[in-house]
């Protein structure tokens, strides 16, 4: 039940923030029709003195709506993509969309990034540009983790999208979402809201995301698309939102911090190179607490250790439970996994375990995962 590479989605029922469903915008259906069940689905001026100065000022223009300039510097680095596949039978043979999506420019040279289920099981993968042009599109490679995907395409010249820095968000700032809600119909619709909430844990189909919450209306379709702030960056990719007669308005994106890392590693690699800290554990729960007995209430519990791994060389011990990683506070796996994520290959990274009732300080140095 427990694993070092913890995913995401989780289809069981648990006690978490989220009751309601969970499901993630894709367009899985012909003109992007949303399942009804657990689908994966977003001159220079002086600043005054001890004031830190801002590479990307808020976008404004007199009276009129920041979201106009932000619609028109980011919705030409928003592509369509339509995911085919061949049909063929004894009378004819054709080619037809299984679902669509939303695409980010990452680069100039043609790499985009979007969700990893917008290319689920694509056989052709055409991409349609700003202009109404559309041009095949091959996948450089995806994270089932993360649920991102790279695809690029033979076009130079891009307008490549100003990627922003999700840690800095704060709640109830402005945000934009620009995708293709229900396909080329709808192609670049802009809607806007405000951040609602940082750090949320959606659980779909066991797996796991950490993500930006915003009431900026998503729709089937705009998986892969662009959430932008008010200075015209994208700081996450359209992803899930949650679906509840009950419920209005909770739409969900990967922060641009996560996806930075994972889209460097695929277009290097063909695949998410990651760092690995060695354990296999899970969440500090009432029934673990109880039946190891142990000290703390938070924190990562360590079931066991493969054979020299990271964790086991620094002298972490089956039984352990993390509570600190790089000198912050651990609550539990997700966290663990969000960390690592953003760390290198070769760090040395202090953590704090609770081994008994004493706590002890290990430093691990990070090794490269291994091959699944």
Not at 28 to 53: D, H, V
Not at 105 to 115: K, L
Not at 176 to 205: C, H, K, M, W, Y
Not at 215 to 227: C, E, H, K, Y
């Amino acid at each position: 039940m427990f694993n070092d590479d913890y995913e995401f989605y989780n289809t069981k029922r648990r006690p978490s923030l989220f009751s309601y469903m969970a499901v993630a915008l894709i367009g899985a259906l012909i003109g992007g029709i949303i399942t009804s069940y657990f689908s994966p689905l977003i001159g220079r001026n002086p600043l005054p003195e001890n004031k830190p100065r801002q590479s990307s000022p808020p976008i404004a223009s007199g009276a009129d709506s920041p979201v106009i300039e932000i619609a028109e510097k980011v919705g030409p680095t928003v592509v369509g993509i339509s995911n085919r596949v061949n049909i063929d039978t004894s009378f004819f043979h054709r080619n037809v969309e299984k679902g669509s999506g939303s695409g980010v420019v990452y680069s100039t040279d043609g790499y985009i990034v979007t969700n990893k289920h917008v290319i689920e099981g694509t056989e052709n993968i055409v991409v349609t540009l700003p202009n109404g042009k559309k041009i095949p599109g091959k996948i450089v490679g995806a994270d089932e983790r993360t649920d991102l995907a790279v695809i690029k395409v033979d076009q130079k010249g891009l307008k490549a999208a100003d990627f922003g820095d999700s840690d800095k968000v704060r709640v109830g700032e402005l945000a934009v979402a620009i995708g293709n809600p229900l396909g080329e119909q709808f192609a670049s619709t802009v809607t806007a809201g405000v951040i609602s909430a940082l750090n949320r844990t959606v659980d779909v189909e066991e797996r796991r995301f950490r993500l930006l919450q915003t009431d900026a209306a998503i729709s089937p379709g705009n998986s892969g698309g662009a959430l932008v702030n008010s200075r015209g960056q994208v700081i996450g990719i359209n992803s899930v939102k949650i679906v509840d007669v009950n419920v209005e308005g909770l739409n969900f994106a990967i922060p641009a911090n996560t996806v930075k890392p994972i889209v460097e590693s695929i277009i290097k690699n063909g695949k998410v190179v990651r760092p690995w800290l060695g354990i296999l554990g899970g969440d500090v729960d009432p029934v673990v607490i109880q039946q190891f007995k142990l000290a703390t209430d938070q924190g990562v519990f360590v079931s066991e250790l493969p054979d020299n791994s990271p964790a086991a060389k620094a002298g972490v011990q089956k039984g352990d439970v993390i509570v600190a990683f790089d000198g912050k506070e651990l609550k539990d796996f997700g966290e663990l996994i969000a960390r690592l994520d953003k760390k290198k290959i070769g760090d040395k990274v202090e953590i704090v375990v609770v081994r008994g009732k004493e706590e002890k300080k290990l430093t691990v140095t990070l090794e490269q995962m291994p091959e699944q």
